[in-house]
């Protein structure tokens, strides 16, 4: 199964290098003699990968539905090389990119229909529940996050998030992204500037990539303080839900807290990172931060999935005297 999972990383790592590669020179030199190579490798790997997710299919590894993207991009490949000297291929293609895509979005509401009629998951898991039917799912999970991330920055703009936030523990309050958070903005008209006088000779579709990717990152850190100050760590029923943003979450039984305490002063960077080897963070720098050590191991959720076992959580809180008070646990 490890070599199963290796090897088709090892293959998406590859056609990812190669798709860089063909951009790049279809960009910079569009005649060059590599290109019909590297467009013939691409294809070759991503039909024998679609033959290896036909046999995990068939061994109900994965759903059918997973197949159809890599069919549909397929298709439009063999599309762009056999459609200059076939109008017959021409017609094919069409066709056949036509059913892939009606399929494939019939299937996705049919997913996302599914996915919304689950109880208590959050935004991102119901998302992540529909895209996963059509791609694995770390990258849906991924998707699902950016999504969410992007739709809680426009609704905290617009005023969404004007409502006091949950009961809980807030970590937002004396974050230091809430400091600088007004004056995010700015980056936007100095970076149009910036871009203007330093890259003069760049491609309008360059630059205005540069100007795309300086808005989403402003938006994806309002996104970010926006889910911060939604989701305060919370002790419900005797479980401590833990959550930073959607970067990060943990649940576990308050009663597998054997200890609380403020992190020490270090002398040094060195000596703060040997103390923090192995702790999961859950942080919003600017907060008092304290050290949580457990009974039994949790495993954290990251933006990816689950990380390691870990029996040492550094949690940020507004108010750590009232949190180590809710908890009940000794202070170290």
């Not at 994965?62 to 890599?70: E, H, Q, S, V």
């Amino acid at each position: 199964m490890t070599l199963r999972i290796r090897s088709s990383s090892l293959l998406w790592a590859t056609l990812l290098a190669l798709g860089v590669a063909a951009l790049v020179l279809r960009l910079w030199v569009p005649g060059h003699r590599a290109l019909p190579w590297i467009t013939a490798a691409l294809l070759t790997l991503l039909a024998l990968r679609i033959i290896a997710m036909v046999q995990d299919w068939r061994l109900g590894g994965i759903p059918g539905t997973r197949m159809l993207l890599p069919a549909l991009i397929l298709v439009e490949g063999l599309g762009l090389v056999f459609t200059r000297t076939s109008h017959l291929a021409l017609r094919l293609r069409l066709g056949t990119a036509l059913v892939l895509e009606v399929l494939i979005l019939v299937l996705a509401v049919r997913a996302w229909r599914s996915a919304r009629s689950r109880a208590g998951a959050w935004p991102e898991d119901r998302i992540a529940a529909a895209f996963e039917a059509f791609v694995p799912l770390r990258v849906a999970r991924l998707m699902a996050l950016e999504l969410v991330m992007l739709g809680s920055a426009f609704r905290f703009l617009f005023g969404g998030y004007r409502e006091a936030p949950p009961t809980g523990f807030s970590h937002h309050r004396e974050a230091a992204l809430r400091a600088i958070l007004p004056a995010i903005p700015l980056m936007i008209p100095g970076d149009f500037l910036l871009v203007h006088f330093l890259f003069k000779g760049l491609a309008p579709w360059l630059r205005w990539t540069l100007h795309g990717s300086t808005v989403y990152a402003v938006l994806w850190l309002v996104g970010f303080y926006a889910t911060l100050k939604a989701r305060p760590h919370q002790l419900r029923d005797g479980l401590l839900h833990l959550h930073v943003g959607l970067m990060k979450s943990a649940t576990f039984p308050a009663s597998h807290i054997l200890s609380t305490s403020p992190l020490p002063e270090f002398d040094n960077d060195w000596a703060r990172h040997a103390h923090m080897k192995g702790v999961q963070k859950l942080v919003a720098k600017g907060n008092t931060i304290l050290e949580l050590r457990l009974s039994e191991p949790v495993r954290v959720m990251g933006m990816l999935g689950p990380g390691r076992p870990t029996d040492r959580i550094a949690v940020s809180v507004d108010d750590p005297a009232a949190f180590i008070a809710a908890l009940g646990r000794p202070c170290a």
